[in-house]
């Protein structure tokens, strides 16, 4: 990737970090919105995000392309029970899946961000895509677990 990207990916990933931090085990038990995950589900399932992502990002920068699975948020949050996890537990492991995942994107070929990614029945985009996508998304539940 370009030199600005990996940069801005690592970034992100720190700040958003930083600002976990600040989420008390307390604050974390509480849902964002009635009848809504706690706050532990929604960063599990942002767990769950870099997993899933990982493999696609992985795949598509070896092979050239990626077609793979949607992913069924619910029961992936409730098999791995993130709710019943500490905070803390969660927090580190959010933080090293995403570490891993920055060294991933730091050595992806600037050549294979355009390769095509099928994820489910969505319609075809890009690596690049799905990168800037994985991001967005962490964005927006940054901002639900934190206000």
């Known amino acids: 990737m370009s030199d600005r990207s990996e940069v801005r ?8 970090y930083q600002r976990l931090l600040g989420v008390s085990e ?4 509480h849902p964002i919105r009635d009848g809504g995950w ?9 767990i769950d995000s870099a ?12 092979d050239g392309s990626y077609k793979g ?22 927090l580190e492991h959010w933080r090293w899946q995403n570490e891993l995942l920055c060294e991933v994107v730091e050595r992806i070929p600037e050549s294979r961000l355009s390769a095509e990614c099928r994820v489910g029945e969505d319609a075809d985009v890009s690596l690049g895509f799905l990168i800037e ?8 539940h940054i ?5």
Request: with cysteine; net charge neutral; glycine share 10%.
């Open 133 to 140: 996508d994985y991001l967005a998304h962490l964005g927006h």
């Open 69 to 90: 699975p949607s992913y069924e948020q619910k029961g992936w949050v409730a098999i791995h029970g993130y709710g019943d996890m500490p905070w803390s537990v969660l």
């Open 143 to 147: 901002q639900q677990i934190t206000g």
């Open 51 to 62: 997993l899933n992502n990982h493999q696609r990002f992985v795949r598509a920068a070896l």
């Open 9 to 16: 990916f690592r970034e992100c990933i720190g700040a958003v």
């Open 26 to 29: 307390q604050e974390s038990q």
């Open 38 to 46: 706690p706050r532990k589900e929604i960063l599990g399932h942002l």
